[in-house]
Each structure stands twice: as C-alpha cells, then as structure tokens.
C-alpha cells in the first residue's frame, strides 16, 4: 500500500500576516500650526497700520481729487415785501422767465398815494412860510428905513433949535425973556424927538433881527417836509416790485388780495444760467487744491455729459464753524472726525447744457490737482 503524498506549492502558500502597528500617525507640533496664521496676522495689521499712517499723505499727493458730496447753486434773491398792503396784481406765474426791471407784484398803493399828495401839500406851506418871512423881513427894512428918515428929520430940527436958543441966548437983554424960554423948550422938544426916532429905530432892528432868527426854523421844516416826501415817494415805489436780474420766477408766496406785511415773503428769483457747484471736499483732499485749476463736473441729471470749470473760491472755514451750533470740543471726550470745506465750481462759458441745470441737482466733480513743485 502505497501513501498518498501531497506537495504545496511555493504560491499556494500563505504569507503570514504582517503585525498591525497601534502608533498614532505623526502630527506637526503646536507652534508650527500657529505660524502661518500668525504671520499673515501680523503681516495684514502692520499693513492696515502702515496705511492708516500714510494714507493723508497717499490723499493729498493725488492727481486728482474728487467728491459725490456737491450740488449745483445759485445766489437767488427772495423778494419780500418793503411796505404792508393788500396784493393788488401779481405780473407772473410759477417758473416763468423774467427779465431785469418786469413787474412782479404791486401791493395796493392807495394808502401811499394820499401820503405822498398830503407831503407835497406840507412842504408847499413850508416854503410859503419861508417865502412870507421874505416878504416881511423885506417889510420891515422899509420901516427901518424910515425910521432912519424921520430920525434924520428930527436932528435937523434939533441943530435948527439949537441954533435958535444960542441965537436968543446971544441976544442977552435984547431977546426977551418969552422967546428965550420958547427957544428952550423947542430945542427940547427937537432932542427928545432925536432920541425918540433912535429908540424906533433900535426896536425896528430888534424885530428885524427876530425875522431872521425864524429862517433855520423854516428852512429845517422844508428840509423835512422834503424827507417827508422822498419817504412817501418811495414807500410809494416800493409798493410795486420788479424783478432784480434776469432769472425765473420761483413759486409764488402770495396770491390776489392777500395781505402781506414789511419783510413779507413774496417770490425768490433764480438767476439761471448764472449757476455753480458747491463741492465738499475732505481737509485732506486740499493739500494742493487751489483756485482756477480745471474741473470735471457730472450731473447726475445728465448722465454721460461732463462740464468743464473751474476752482472759483474756497471757504475761509469748514462747513462746521458756519453751523448754527459749532462744535465745542473742549468738553467731553473728543473723536476726531474729518472735516469738510465748501469749494465754488464756476462753470466755463460757452457750455449750452449749463443753462439746463437747476439749483439742488447733485453733482460729481473731479479736481485737477497737479503737483506745482519742481
């Protein structure tokens, strides 16, 4: 009996299994984990850091300088009234063109009409007055002059007299003692009608004299029935107002038989074209802005057209220090807060769309600021 031997293959055998590790696979330490982060940290706040210090400086430094915080103005008057009344008549409508010298509104001038017509009538009795004191002045140097003559009169008697009574006086006992006397009391009489017409002559001076005291009385009465009647003669005109510039009519305050009072609103007249842009620029951006360079102005109402100008003048102050309440930073505690200055834009002649533009409409403007230094 033969045994029955079987044979195994070299790859019909079985590797044995390889041991299974247990270790944790290696992982980077702590310190190399943190380092990129931190680094990228620390690399983006000294950024942020270093920009915030230099950024003023980057601001200034710039080509050009440009601000959305503008919008286009205009000195536009505000008609108000300068004497009380009823409207009468008003010339305009709404947003109407005007030019220099049209009536707008005339306020009811009844009332200034009959003050006007009762100074006329004062200042004519005021100048008759003064005429009539001429006359009487006049009058009484004619009676001075006669009081002079009948003094004249009276002296001449008086050396008559007086020669009379030597001449009796010279006769001795040939005059007689009724002659002598007679002589005597004529010669008197003649010296006291001398001192008499002096005396007239004197109080007719003295009146005189009062006459001409009175001329700066009635010469100031006419001066101020003259004021009295430029006053009314203009409370007169201002009872009619007219337009001060070529512009349009804005919306009417009053209507038709309203009563307005001094300083009354009436209408505000916008010079248009005569308009500009108020830019607000940083502080920072001013460094080297200054009047006259070029200016490209957007509105924002014409999208795609640009208007050229220029730096026409800069506020003397910030927007702030012309506020109602200026800051006050010496209380409290203090955050700085970048202030703006108010720049004109004067639009270049010679730009039709610039008659098109309104007061208020928002405006882009870009400065050119080019460094002057060599």
Same mark, same amino acid.
């Given at each position: 009996?033969?045994?029955?031997?079987?044979?195994?293959?070299?790859?019909?055998?079985?590797?044995?299994?390889?041991?299974?590790?247990?270790?944790?696979?290696?992982?980077?330490?702590?310190?190399?984990?943190?380092?990129?982060?931190?680094?990228?940290?620390?690399?983006?706040?000294?950024?942020?850091?270093?920009?915030?210090?230099?950024?003023?400086?980057?601001?200034?430094?710039? $080509?050009?300088?440009?601000?959305?915080?503008?919008?286009?103005?205009?000195?536009?008057?505000?008609?108000?009234?300068?004497?009380?009344?009823?409207?009468?008549?008003?010339?305009?409508?709404?947003?109407?063109?005007?030019?220099?010298?049209?009536?707008?509104?005339?306020?009811?001038?009844?009332?200034?009409?009959? $003050?006007?017509?009762?100074?006329?009538?004062?200042?004519?009795?005021?100048?008759?007055?003064?005429?009539?004191?001429?006359?009487?002045?006049?009058?009484?140097?004619?009676? /001075?002059?006669?009081?002079?003559?009948?003094?004249?009169?009276?002296?001449?008697?008086?050396?008559?007299?007086?020669?009379?009574?030597?001449?009796?006086?010279?006769?001795?006992?040939?005059?007689?003692?009724?002659?002598?006397?007679?002589?005597? $009391?004529?010669?008197?009489?003649?010296?006291?009608?001398?001192?008499?017409?002096?005396?007239?002559?004197?109080?007719?001076?003295?009146?005189?004299?009062?006459?001409?005291?009175?001329?700066?009385?009635?010469?100031?009465?006419?001066?101020?029935?003259?004021?009295?009647?430029?006053?009314?003669?203009?409370?007169?005109?201002?009872?009619?107002?007219?337009?001060?510039?070529?512009?349009?009519?804005?919306?009417?305050?009053?209507?038709?038989?309203?009563?307005?009072? /001094?300083?009354?609103?009436?209408?505000?007249?916008?010079?248009?074209?005569?308009?500009?842009?108020?830019?607000?620029?940083?502080?920072?951006?001013?460094?080297?802005?200054?009047?006259?360079?070029?200016?490209?102005?957007?509105?924002?109402?014409?999208?795609?057209?640009?208007?050229?100008?220029?730096?026409?003048?800069?506020?003397?102050?910030?927007?702030?220090?012309?506020?109602?309440?200026?800051?006050?930073?010496?209380?409290?505690?203090?955050?700085?807060?970048?202030?703006?200055?108010?720049?004109? /834009?004067?639009? /270049?002649?010679?730009?039709?769309?610039?008659?098109?533009?309104?007061?208020?409409?928002?405006?882009?403007?870009?400065?050119?600021?080019?460094?002057?230094?060599?």
């Amino acid at each position: 009996m033969s045994d029955n031997v079987t044979t195994l293959s070299p790859t019909s055998a079985k590797a044995p299994p390889s041991p299974v590790s247990n270790l944790p696979p290696s992982q980077p330490s702590l310190l190399a984990r943190l380092f990129i982060p931190a680094t990228a940290v620390i690399l983006a706040v000294a950024g942020v850091a270093y920009a915030n210090a230099n950024w003023n400086s980057w601001t200034a430094s710039a $080509a050009t300088q440009a601000t959305d915080d503008a919008a286009v103005g205009a000195d536009f008057s505000t008609m108000s009234a300068r004497v009380s009344g009823n409207i009468r008549s008003i010339a305009v409508d709404d947003y109407q063109p005007v030019k220099k010298g049209d009536l707008i509104v005339e306020i009811d001038p009844s009332e200034y009409d009959a $003050a006007l017509a009762l100074a006329t009538a004062n200042l004519e009795a005021a100048k008759a007055s003064r005429v009539n004191l001429g006359n009487q002045e006049n009058l009484q140097r004619a009676v /001075i002059k006669a009081a002079e003559a009948q003094n004249a009169s009276a002296l001449a008697v008086e050396e008559q007299t007086r020669l009379e009574f030597e001449r009796q006086k010279n006769l001795g006992q040939a005059s007689t003692e009724q002659r002598l006397q007679q002589a005597q $009391a004529s010669f008197l009489q003649a010296q006291a009608s001398v001192a008499s017409t002096a005396a007239a002559i004197e109080q007719q001076w003295a009146q005189l004299q009062v006459l001409q005291g009175q001329e700066p009385l009635l010469d100031a009465q006419i001066d101020a029935q003259e004021a009295n009647v430029t006053t009314a003669q203009l409370h007169q005109r201002y009872s009619r107002i007219y337009a001060p510039f070529d512009g349009v009519v804005g919306k009417k305050s009053v209507h038709l038989g309203d009563f307005v009072g /001094i300083g009354g609103s009436i209408v505000a007249v916008v010079p248009i074209p005569n308009v500009y842009v108020t830019a607000n620029f940083k502080e920072t951006q001013l460094s080297r802005m200054s009047t006259g360079q070029l200016v490209d102005v957007r509105i924002d109402t014409f999208p795609g057209k640009i208007l050229q100008g220029r730096v026409g003048k800069l506020s003397p102050a910030s927007g702030s220090t012309f506020a109602l309440l200026p800051p006050d930073n010496a209380t409290g505690n203090y955050t700085k807060v970048v202030q703006r200055v108010p720049v004109r /834009i004067e639009f /270049i002649s010679g730009q039709p769309l610039v008659r098109s533009l309104r007061p208020g409409m928002s405006a882009v403007v870009t400065v050119s600021t080019p460094d002057t230094n060599p």
